[in-house]
């Protein structure tokens, strides 16, 4: 005789669920980032809430950038009565290889509302150039 056990098609689900609803305290976090053309310009945003802009350190080495910091909000312990943790904090680090033809002696960044905006330049001489022609009457 077979024992046949109903199908439950959301039990692995709930699985995930109660996996991810466990409490964690990492030491490191990745804050997320956002990669785009902007005119003659790669830009970068970085989300970086309750970072101070001094805390944010940006290096730059061949092409590559390394955006690194630290978050902190006090010294907490196990025992300082959380129901549960989800802000991150701790240091972060996050290396991005930048494109050919950028201008990384260039670069600039400016912070805003917990967002971290790097610029960096397109070189000159990668840019489309625009060529005017002449067109006579044959």
Known sequence: MI???PFDPFS???DIDRILDRPAAPSRWLPRIDVFDRDTNLVIRVEV???KPEDVDLTVEDRTLTI???RSFGETTETDGYHRREIFSGEFTR???LPSGLDPTE????A????VEVTVPRRPEVLPRKVKVGITAG
């Open 3 to 5: 024992d046949l056990m």
């Open 12 to 14: 692995m689900l709930r």
């Open 49 to 51: 809430a309750g970072v």
């Open 68 to 70: 690194s910091g630290k």
């Open 95 to 97: 290396t991005l290889v």
């Open 107 to 110: 670069i600039s960044a400016k």
């Open 112 to 115: 805003d509302n917990g967002i």
